[in-house]
C-alpha cells in the first residue's frame, strides 16, 4: 500500500507553462510545502527561485525540442545550477535518437552530465515518439554517459506522455542502477500508482493537487 505520503515524497510538482509568472512560481512552492512534495520544476527563466529547507529545484534543459546544439545545453545546465538548481532535466536529442546515432546521443547526455556537477541529471527521453527498441537504446546510452535518472516525457509533445509499457520497459533497461521518472499526462491517484507499480521512482506532475486528494495517509 503507498500512502499519499510516500507519492508527495516522489513528486516534481511541476510548472513548465512557457507564460507562467514569478508570482504562479511562488505559489507553486507554498503549495509544494503544504503537499510534502520532494521537489518543485520550473522553467530555468524562473531561476533563482526562493524556496524553504527541503524542499528542491528542479529545472529543465533544451526544453521541450532537445534540438538544441550540446555547448547550448550544457551552459544552459551549467547556468541553472549557478542559480541554484539540485536537479537538471534534460531532453535528450531526437533527431540522434532517430537516426540510431547513439554514441552521439551519449555524447550530449554526457556534455551536460559534466555541465551539472554534482546536481542530479534527469534524461527526457520522449518515450512516446519512440519504439521499444528505440526506448531500450537511448536508456542504455544514458546510462553510459552516467546520468542519474531516465524520464518519459516533456509533457509538451503531440505523440503524448507517459506510459506505463514505457515505464516498465525504461525500469527493466536500468535496472535498480538509475532512477525513473514518469511525467506527462499523469492525472489521477490511479495514474500515479499505475507509474509506480510499473517502476518510476519519480513522478513529475502539475496535477499534484488532484493526485494527492486521491490518497489516503
Ligand atoms: O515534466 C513534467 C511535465 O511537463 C508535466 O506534465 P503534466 O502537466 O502533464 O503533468
Given at each position: 500500500?503507498?500512502?499519499?505520503?510516500?507519492?508527495?515524497?516522489?513528486?516534481?510538482?511541476?510548472?513548465l507553462?512557457?507564460?507562467?509568472?514569478?508570482?504562479?512560481?511562488?505559489a507553486?512552492?507554498?503549495?509544494?510545502?503544504?503537499?510534502?512534495?520532494?521537489?518543485?520544476?520550473?522553467?530555468?527563466?524562473?531561476?533563482?527561485?526562493?524556496?524553504?529547507?527541503?524542499?528542491?529545484?528542479?529545472?529543465?534543459?533544451?526544453?521541450?525540442?532537445?534540438?538544441?546544439?550540446?555547448?547550448?545545453?550544457?551552459?544552459?545546465?551549467?547556468?541553472?545550477?549557478?542559480?541554484?538548481?539540485?536537479?537538471?532535466?534534460?531532453?535528450?536529442?531526437?533527431?540522434?535518437?532517430?537516426?540510431?546515432?547513439?554514441?552521439?546521443v551519449?555524447?550530449?547526455?554526457?556534455?551536460?552530465?559534466?555541465?551539472?556537477?554534482a546536481?542530479?541529471?534527469?534524461?527526457?527521453?520522449?518515450?512516446?515518439?519512440?519504439?521499444?527498441?528505440?526506448?531500450?537504446?537511448?536508456?542504455?546510452?544514458?546510462?553510459?554517459?552516467?546520468?542519474?535518472?531516465?524520464?518519459?516525457?516533456?509533457?509538451?509533445?503531440?505523440?503524448?506522455?507517459?506510459?506505463?509499457?514505457?515505464?516498465?520497459?525504461?525500469?527493466?533497461?536500468?535496472?535498480?542502477?538509475?532512477?525513473?521518472?514518469?511525467?506527462?499526462?499523469?492525472?489521477?491517484?490511479?495514474?500515479?500508482?499505475?507509474?509506480?507499480e510499473?517502476?518510476?521512482?519519480?513522478?513529475?506532475?502539475?496535477?499534484?493537487?488532484?493526485?494527492?486528494?486521491?490518497?489516503?495517509?
Amino acid at each position: 500500500m503507498t500512502t499519499r505520503r510516500e507519492i508527495a515524497a516522489m513528486i516534481d510538482h511541476t510548472l513548465l507553462k512557457p507564460e507562467a509568472t514569478g508570482e504562479q512560481v511562488a505559489a507553486l512552492i507554498a503549495q509544494g510545502v503544504e503537499l510534502g512534495t520532494f521537489s518543485v520544476c520550473v522553467s530555468p527563466n524562473q531561476l533563482p527561485v526562493e524556496v524553504p529547507e527541503g524542499l528542491r529545484v528542479a529545472t529543465v534543459c533544451g526544453f521541450p525540442s532537445g534540438a538544441h546544439a550540446t555547448a547550448v545545453k550544457a551552459a544552459e545546465a551549467a547556468d541553472s545550477v549557478a542559480k541554484g538548481a539540485d536537479e537538471v532535466d534534460m531532453v535528450v536529442n531526437l533527431r540522434q535518437v532517430k537516426e540510431h546515432d547513439w554514441d552521439a546521443v551519449e555524447a550530449d547526455v554526457r556534455a551536460v552530465k559534466e555541465a551539472v556537477g554534482a546536481a542530479l541529471l534527469k534524461v527526457i527521453i520522449e518515450s512516446a515518439a519512440l519504439t521499444d527498441e528505440e526506448i531500450v537504446a537511448v536508456c542504455q546510452a544514458s546510462e553510459r554517459a552516467c546520468a542519474d535518472y531516465v524520464k518519459t516525457s516533456t509533457g509538451f509533445h503531440p505523440a503524448g506522455g507517459a506510459s506505463v509499457h514505457a515505464v516498465r520497459l525504461m525500469r527493466e533497461t536500468v535496472g535498480e542502477r538509475l532512477g525513473v521518472k514518469a511525467s506527462g499526462g499523469i492525472r489521477t491517484a490511479q495514474d500515479a500508482l499505475a507509474m509506480v507499480e510499473a517502476g518510476a521512482s519519480r513522478l513529475g506532475v502539475s496535477a499534484s493537487v488532484a493526485i494527492l486528494d486521491g490518497l489516503e495517509d
